[in-house]
């Protein structure tokens, strides 16, 4: 599950779920946003209180239309 849609479904703020993974609100933020792939550490932190239902697979996004 991308972790904007959890998210959304549980009603939790990025500044909530920052402060519950132990981030600054402009790193969720831009991991929504796909703009960084996220640390193993936050993986592991986003995996653990999520339970389970964001995957470290579903924090990384790949360009379909660049890959050779």
């Known amino acids: ?3 904007k849609v959890y998210l959304k479904k549980k ?3 990025m500044l909530e779920f920052a402060d519950r993974i132990d981030v600054h609100v402009s790193t969720v933020s831009r991991i ?5 792939v996220p640390s193993r550490n936050t ?8 339970d389970g239902k964001v ?10 239309e660049n890959r050779t």
């Open 1 to 3: 599950m991308l972790l």
């Open 11 to 13: 009603k939790i703020t």
């Open 32 to 36: 929504v946003r796909g703009v960084v």
């Open 43 to 50: 993986m592991a932190r986003i995996f653990e209180e999520t």
């Open 55 to 64: 995957r470290p697979s579903d924090l990384v996004q790949f360009d379909q």
